[in-house]
């Protein structure tokens, strides 16, 4: 692993030190604070602190490269999505103007949480549970039911609040009607405006020299190169293409699946992110398997929708994650029988992606980056299955495959797919 190559002064290895064991991520007016901006960039440049983007807006945490400058190994490591959860309940705090109970004022409301996923917090309502998440758009409805079923007694008992703080309440709206009595849950949205300094997205820029014009393969030696034998066939017709073509057929499959990563455009369509100017390029550092710290990567997305552009970067994975499965799977872009839910909101009863073959039967596409239960998983499947569905599932790391195989191989239609999008 290549080493930072800035030397840090003492100081700011106890100001990295707090941004990951104390605020977990900044804001940009937090890193305006606390860094000068060409400092900022050195470190993002040296890849010691990434970008991410959140349903708040973006977040600066420091990557896997930052811990180990700053304490030498990634022994410790919590998961980026864990980081953006806890600075997100510190945000949301801030913004509620509420604050942790300290050890002289506490009523030991932290007892009642077996999860160890609450903290007591000090309202003018007086002392509450509280719990935030901002990630996958905050709790789902089946979290805040079995939140509310385990400390229903307990909260009617004692006589105290849970509050769940959410990005959006819509979700959890009719369950906190029906727990109304000690429940609570709140739309809580920081002020996370992001400048110059912390800009999304950009167009890619032009081609350092022009660009050849031809076929990507020509000829006949490509044919006996392993490394395009397991090339699907939509995908070698469109590599024999001249430019041009392979350009609009970028486009038309950036269009159906929302995103597509620099990474696919190179290996399908022998393209580089200069060819497609039309697009909106998003460069990010991400963790490909989010609770793997080896897994973090430098991965650039491109869209052709500003809104997409500007949600988190978990979403843009997970759809060019499925329109990475599509590809594998020889689907053409056709948007009268391939239908990407890339627009919406992630549901449990409905599937990344489903096409529709000539003779009507419904594929389900579900992608899998490592953070699904087996719970979550065989309720999908049963759903899709319900539905009239064939299941097709791919995941982002091998260990995953194989797993997945051994326990819900059965259920599937086909191999469960390495989708190596990145």
Not at 46 to 75: F, H, M, N
Not at 133 to 156: C, M, N, P, W, Y
Not at 333 to 351: M, N, T, V, W
């Amino acid at each position: 692993m290549k080493k930072s190559e800035i030397p840090l002064t003492e100081a700011e290895r106890h100001l990295l030190h707090r941004l990951y064991s104390a605020d977990y991520a900044w804001t940009e007016q937090e890193v305006r604070q606390h860094l000068p901006n060409e400092r900022f960039r050195q470190f993002v440049e040296d890849k010691l602190l990434t970008v991410t983007s959140t349903e708040i807006g973006p977040l600066v945490l420091l990557s896997a490269a930052g811990q180990r400058a700053v304490y030498g190994s990634l022994e410790y490591s919590g998961s980026t999505e864990w980081h953006i959860n806890m600075a997100y309940t510190r945000l949301a705090l801030q913004h509620l103007g509420w604050r942790q109970s300290t050890a002289s004022e506490t009523v030991d409301l932290e007892t009642f949480d077996t999860t160890h996923r609450f903290c007591e917090v000090i309202t003018p309502d007086g002392p509450a549970l509280f719990c935030a998440k901002v990630t996958a758009d905050g709790f789902s409805r089946r979290h805040i039911g079995r939140v509310a079923e385990r400390l229903k007694s307990q909260a009617l008992l004692h006589n105290f609040t849970v509050i769940l703080a959410v990005p959006n309440a819509k979700k959890g709206r009719r369950l906190a009607e029906r727990y109304g009595s000690f429940l609570k849950v709140l739309e809580v949205r920081p002020q996370t405006i992001s400048g110059s300094m912390l800009a999304r997205y950009q167009h890619p820029g032009p081609h350092p020299e022009q660009p050849a014009e031809g076929p990507y393969l020509g000829g006949e030696e490509w044919k006996t190169n392993p490394k395009y034998l397991d090339f699907p066939g939509h995908v070698l017709h469109i590599l024999q293409q001249e430019r041009s073509v392979r350009v609009a057929a970028a486009l038309q499959s950036i269009e159906v699946d929302g995103v597509m990563s620099v990474a696919l455009l190179r290996r399908f369509y022998g393209l580089e992110a200069a060819d497609l100017l039309k697009a909106l390029q998003v460069i990010t550092t991400l963790r490909t398997s989010p609770r793997q710290a080896t897994s973090e990567t430098r991965v650039s997305f491109l869209t052709l929708d500003r809104r997409l552009a500007q949600q988190a970067d978990s979403r843009l994975a997970h759809r060019a994650g499925t329109g990475c499965m599509r590809h594998l799977l020889d689907i053409p872009p056709d948007p009268e029988r391939y239908r990407a839910e890339f627009r919406g909101l992630i549901k449990l009863e409905s599937p990344d992606a489903l096409w529709t073959a000539e003779d009507g039967a419904e594929l389900a596409l579900e992608y899998d980056n490592g953070t699904y239960s087996r719970d979550t998983i065989q309720t999908k499947l049963t759903t899709f299955s319900e539905r009239g569905f064939r299941t097709v599932w791919g995941v982002s790391h091998a260990r995953r495959q194989r797993v997945l195989t051994t326990l819900f191989g059965q259920q599937l239609h086909g191999n469960v797919l390495l989708t190596e999008w990145w």
